[in-house]
T-cell receptor
Framework: AQSVAQPEDQVNVAEGNPLTVKCTYS??????LFWYVQYPNRGLQFLLK??????LVKGSYGFEAEFNKSQTSFHLKKPSALVSDSALYFC???????????FGSGTKLNVKP | EAQVTQNPRYLITVTGKKLTVTCSQN?????MSWYRQDPGLGLRQIYY???????DKGDVPEGYKVSRKEKRNFPLILESPSPNQTSLYFC???????????FGSGTRLTVV
């Protein structure tokens, strides 16, 4: 079965500190992996994707994600958090049936001044 | 501006009264999809469409219908809404190569 897990409902970090939002996946075949961000009362915005190539993927707003095939993980990272990064983050995978996408339950990131 | 437009943004209706949520995209995308977002469950795919007249079920299709008569439009139809369909709904489209989705702003539906 295809699935995505975000083990943390909430992540708290101080401004200026590095942040990590975790994601693990289960999918048959090679995964297509995505991160999205959702601000209050807004739709989701695409941050970055991994399809093939370098395991470290860089995306919008200074975010990056590391694909780890052996651990089936795709953790979102940022070297220095901003208060404006506070939002809800979703990991997603395009499944073995390449027409379907699966989203994690979301992680709320709180960045405190 | 490239965008996905959903209407209405907010809708309160009564059980059993048919409703349609419209979705339109201006990017000539072939793939479109509907999701519902519920707390603690993330986004769950309701239906998707690979192209005109080609639609298929996602993970939670019960109680919903869709149609794709034109490339740009992908309406979501609730023939007989029930309270368990109270949710936040998103339409999204994706371009060639299955890069990132473009999402609409969402429709918050309440069924009483």
């Amino acid at each position: 079965a295809q699935s995505v897990a975000q083990p943390e409902d909430q992540v708290n970090v101080a401004e200026g500190n590095p942040l990590t939002v975790k994601c693990t996946y289960s999918v048959s075949g090679n995964p297509y992996l995505f991160w999205y961000v959702q601000y209050p009362n807004r739709g989701l915005q695409f941050l970055l994707k991994y399809i093939t190539g370098d395991n470290l993927v860089k995306g919008s707003y200074g975010f990056e994600a590391e694909f780890n095939k052996s651990q089936t993980s795709f953790h979102l990272k940022k070297p220095s958090a901003l208060v404006s990064d506070s939002a809800l983050y979703f990991c997603a995978v395009r499944g073995g049936n390449f027409n379907k996408f699966y989203f994690g339950s979301g992680t709320k990131l709180n960045v405190k001044p | 501006e490239a965008q996905v437009t959903q209407n209405p943004r907010y809708l309160i209706t009564v059980t059993g009264k048919k409703l349609t949520v419209t979705c339109s995209q201006n990017m000539n995308h072939e793939y479109m999809s509907w999701y519902r977002q519920d707390p603690g469950l993330g986004l769950r795919q309701i239906y998707y469409s690979m192209n005109v007249e080609v639609t298929d079920k996602g993970d939670v299709p019960e109680g919903y219908k869709v149609s794709r008569k034109e490339k740009r439009n992908f309406p979501l139809i609730l023939e007989s809404p029930s309270p368990n369909q109270t949710s936040l709904y998103f339409c999204a489209s994706i371009g060639p190569g299955f890069q990132g989705y473009t999402f609409g702003s969402g429709t918050r539906l309440t069924v009483v």
